[in-house]
């Protein structure tokens, strides 16, 4: 039996067809190249994982100079935006609950009188949390604005309650990307997020289209073999995938600026890698899907854990590890590993090799799945 | 004799369906055999065996010389599958799709021989044309063109002139005589009677059984089937009122006439008597046509199955 010997001439009909399919199919190839021009514009701009300027509504009890440096500084410092000063607790309250203003801050009455007599007086900072990451960076900020706010107004014999500062240097660098730039970080992940969606869904309706046609019947018919078919089918999405990631990177190096550190070299031989894992992915659910309704929600169950648990938006390692197990078997969270390593850390092969060999891993296991699970016969 | 086609005891189940049970086809080679049966009886489950897109639940033979169960390879390679529904790519020009055949089959000269082929289908100025523009003729023919193009053995065509007028059928059917008379084998699935007259012999299957085998004319007289027409005015009147009757297994309109068809003479002719005085009428014996004995053998097979 020689089921698996393949032949350049077959190989080549099936390419041909392919590719000429693909160009009469203008729609989708106009969504191929569409898709990932819009996702990156509107994600790139529209995702902040620093927010500021966010709504804040200060209740003054207790007017005087130590409140308005504080109100001073809690707007200079950008994460705050006070959209509203009232005397009223109860009301500021009620623009938390409707969503008005995401902070109350309370000056409360006799805060001067306290805070002179040192009796070290209560600020207090209401944050609407429903959304815990929105406003960590702005909370984690207050205490700091609240000690500098005052130290001008704290001189002469009210210096010994100015804040002391510490016996020792606390000294923080961001390094890679200093100016907590989210572009830095979602673009190159955008990068991974758009080839797992494009490639894996038109890989996936490459033969559930035949099926759903009739035209399976006839290609089984002929001589034509499982490896033959399928390779076929997938070169012309590798060309796909590689303009898509040209085109991707062009836009995250000329619009947003990202920085381009490591070896570019290094970087498109680990998106061909990861190009032809997800059409291994996208060549298996073509091979159990019955119709495109289905190899669509298929895709679309691959997809989800590959934008939730990837790391491409939440923390990787802020997820239990059960999550993170499923994550690193994902090939989407080793590229956008080696994707950020690269560009921002400016990674060689030697940093990158630990997040190459699980993917290649997964290319071997999806291609075993596909190859097996495409039947010769219409049983 | 050498035969095309020699399988034996070919069987096919879906879950607990039978849908081919034991069947037995031995087709000599160069000749053309019809494959009749009603539909859902088994016809393409048993041509999709035959050219290995099915795996066989049971049976052994061979195809073309080759063991049908384990060498679908090389038949595949010297066959002609003609699917039920058009199965070429409607998105590729005829040109396109003929051109996908030769090089799947890695033939030789593959732009002369495309030339050549559309050439002789008369699609020359329409090659461009996409495949899905066709008509449901042109779609029929293109795609016997395309089965033909690697020079095969053997054609399986199913039901190739379903949705097809009278005179694309005709022409169809001159082709594949004049394949035939170069020595291909040709198993053609039918529903019509005038198709399966034209074919060698014919093999019958109803409900995955094979009910009957042979030239037309033996199948005709095997059945013992007698039929008496009645033509006049009052003839299609009258069929309700013979149904049933003693004798009476079937009654059938054929164009204006009436097909009244029994396996007992005596029975039929005292049914019979009382309408012959009748001046209208005008009744005669005649031979059973090959549309009686497959409605007297679908009836059987189906009291059988109930």
């Not at chain 2, 066959?79 to 996908?100: A, C, P, V």
């Not at chain 2, 309109?253 to 019979?272: C, I, K, P, Q």
């Not at chain 2, 012959?276 to 090959?290: A, F, M, V, Y």
Request: proline share 5%.
């Amino acid at each position: 039996m020689n089921g698996y010997r393949f032949t350049l001439h077959r190989f080549f009909a099936v390419l041909i067809k392919e590719m000429i399919q693909m160009r009469r199919d203008r729609m989708t190839l106009g969504l191929l190249i569409g898709i990932p021009v819009m996702q990156l514009f509107i994600f790139g701009y529209a995702i902040n994982m620093v927010p500021r300027h966010l709504a804040t509504v200060v209740s003054v009890a207790d007017p005087g100079p130590f409140s308005n440096s504080i109100v001073a500084a809690l707007n200079n410092s950008s994460y705050f935006d006070i959209v509203k000063a009232t005397n009223s607790p109860a009301e500021a309250r009620r623009m938390l609950a409707r969503g008005d203003a995401s902070f109350a801050i309370e000056i409360p009455a006799n805060f001067s009188r306290d805070l002179i007599r040192g009796a070290k007086p209560n600020l207090l900072v209401e944050a609407d949390a429903t959304d815990p990451a929105a406003g960590s960076y702005a909370i984690a900020a207050i205490p700091n604005l609240a000690v500098t706010a005052l130290r001008d107004d704290l001189v002469g014999p009210l210096a010994p309650l100015a804040a002391k500062p510490a016996a020792f240097n606390v000294a923080v660098h961001n390094l890679y990307n200093p100016e907590n730039i989210t572009q830095y970080n979602i673009v190159p992940g955008l990068l991974g997020v758009i080839l797992t969606l494009t490639m894996v869904l038109a890989t996936a309706i490459a033969l559930t289209r035949e099926r759903e046609r009739g035209t399976y019947e006839n290609l089984l018919a002929m001589p034509t073999r499982p490896v033959e078919i399928m390779v076929g089918k997938i070169t012309p999405n590798i060309f796909v995938g590689a303009f898509q990631a040209m085109l991707i990177l062009l836009l995250a190096r000329f619009v947003f600026h990202v920085p381009f550190i490591g070896s570019l070299g290094l970087l498109a031989a680990t998106s061909a890698l990861f190009i032809t894992a997800l059409l291994g992915v996208g060549y298996t659910i073509s091979t159990v899907a019955r119709n495109q309704m289905q190899a669509m929600q298929m895709t679309f169950f691959f997809l989800l854990p590959s934008i939730m648990l990837s790391g491409f938006i939440f923390p990787f390692r802020g997820m239990p590890g059960w999550a993170q197990v499923i994550g690193e078997v994902l090939p989407i969270t080793h590229f956008l590993r080696i994707v950020r390593g690269i560009l921002l850390k400016g990674n060689g092969t030697f940093e990158v090799w630990p997040d190459i060999w699980p993917m290649i891993l997964f290319l071997f296991a999806a291609g075993t799945v596909a190859i097996t699970r495409f039947r010769r016969t219409l049983d | 004799m050498e035969y095309a086609i020699n399988v034996r005891g070919l069987t096919k189940r879906f879950g607990k369906k039978v849908a081919v049970n034991n069947v037995d086809i031995a087709v000599p080679e160069g000749e053309v055999w019809g494959f009749l049966g009603p539909n859902g009886s088994g016809k393409t489950t048993t041509i999709r065996m035959l050219c290995g897109l099915l795996s066989a639940d049971a049976g052994e033979g061979t195809c073309l010389g080759y063991d049908f169960r384990t060498q679908s390879e090389a038949i595949k390679r010297e066959t002609g599958y003609m699917t039920q529904k058009f199965s070429f790519w409607e998105d590729l020009s005829i040109r396109e799709n003929l051109e996908f055949v030769a090089r799947v089959y890695g033939l030789p000269k593959k732009r002369q021989l495309v030339d050549d082929t559309l050439e002789k289908l008369g699609l020359v100025s329409r090659q461009r044309q996409l495949a899905g523009e066709l008509s449901g003729g042109w779609k029929q023919r293109m795609a016997l063109a395309a089965c033909m193009l690697h020079s095969p053995r053997l054609l399986l065509l199913d039901e190739p002139t379903a949705g097809v007028d009278p005179k694309a059928r005709r022409d169809f059917w001159d082709e594949i005589h004049k394949l035939s008379s170069q020595g291909i084998t040709v198993l053609v699935s039918t529903h019509y009677m005038d198709e399966a007259e034209r074919c060698d012999q014919i093999v019958f299957i109803s409900y995955g059984d094979k009910v009957a085998q042979g030239p037309v004319l033996k199948i005709i007289e095997q059945s013992g089937l007698i039929t008496f027409t009645l033509e006049g005015d009052r003839a299609r009147a009258l069929a309700d009122e013979l149904r049933g009757k003693p004798g009476v297994e079937f009654v059938a309109f054929f164009g204006a006439m009436l097909h009244v068809s029994g396996y007992n003479r005596a029975l039929l002719e005292a049914t019979l008597a009382p309408y012959r005085g009748d001046p209208s009428l005008k009744i005669s014996e005649t031979h059973p046509s090959l549309e009686d004995v497959f409605i007297q053998l679908q009836d059987r097979a189906t009291r059988g199955a109930a």
